[in-house]
């Protein structure tokens, strides 16, 4: 049997009686940590960064909605007790909790972004052909919200929230400022494949090494908190033109 499977959207024809059933928190038969709370139409995750998704039961799955529809057969399911099949094609055991105590455990106002507080600053000083170059760059997240598909602990396909970043460079040669801007993914996104573009972020932006001319940094974009990425070298010189390739 598998897991997740791609769906399109079949909430019209919803089995609403499976669905009151499904509502309140559940968790792991194994363990018993918090899972997911099914509330109204959506199902909230304990982990503060993770979307909530729309819900709903038709036939023998259960569909979530975030970024995609996916959808898992139900093996079992009774006032408190849940089973069904997981991304790996494991059966996950779930049972209702009737107290408190895990409530505490979500978020139902607003999820955090995972990356909302990383901001990063350098200060370099570099010296080449005599003279002396200082590098200024301070990393740090925009309100523009980018969302990664990963698995939680039991198998369910969850969206986190990161935000993307803005990176501010200056640079000054010998005491003077000769360069300042604000650079954004979106100047960087035709050294991306298509498909990642919306999936990424800008994610570090490194000096690498500077001459007589110019200032060449290395700027990090691709998909949050993964080894996706993709280094674009960016030379400055130092009247302000810019190029820039993949290394």
């Known amino acids: 049997m598998a897991g997740c499977r791609r769906g399109s959207d079949t909430s019209v024809n919803e089995d609403h009686q499976a669905k009151e059933m499904l509502q309140g928190i559940w968790m792991d038969d194994e363990n018993e940590n918090a899972v997911f709370w099914a509330k109204g139409d959506s199902i909230f995750y304990p982990d503060s960064s ?38 790996m094609g494991d059966e996950v055991t779930l049972t209702k909790d009737d107290g408190e105590t895990l ?15 990383r901001s990063m600053s350098s200060d370099t000083l570099f010296y080449a052909g005599g003279s002396r170059w200082e590098v200024k ?33 200056t640079l000054l040669f010998d005491g003077v400022q000769v360069y300042s801007h604000e650079f954004l993914k979106d100047e960087f ?20 090494y500077a001459d007589a001319s110019s200032v060449y940094l290395d700027v990090t974009v691709g998909i949050p908190d993964a080894t ?7 030379r400055i010189q130092r009247n302000g033109k810019i190029s820039m390739r993949v290394k």
């Open 50 to 87: 993770s979307q909530p998704a729309k819900f709903w039961i038709y036939g023998d799955s259960l569909y979530l909605k975030g970024s995609e529809v996916c959808h898992y057969k139900i093996t079992k399911q009774a006032d408190h007790l849940f089973k069904f099949i997981n991304e």
């Open 103 to 117: 409530r505490g455990q979500f978020n139902v106002v607003r999820p955090y972004a995972m990356n909302v507080l």
């Open 137 to 169: 760059v301070n990393v740090s997240p925009t309100s523009v919200p980018v969302i990664k598909t990963d698995y939680n602990d039991v198998g369910l396909e969850v969206d986190n929230l990161y935000l993307d970043n803005k990176a501010r460079v």
């Open 189 to 208: 996104d035709r050294y991306l494949p298509k498909d990642m573009v919306s999936k990424s972020i800008l994610r570090d932006v490194e000096l690498s």
């Open 228 to 234: 996706s990425s993709y280094v674009i070298e960016t």
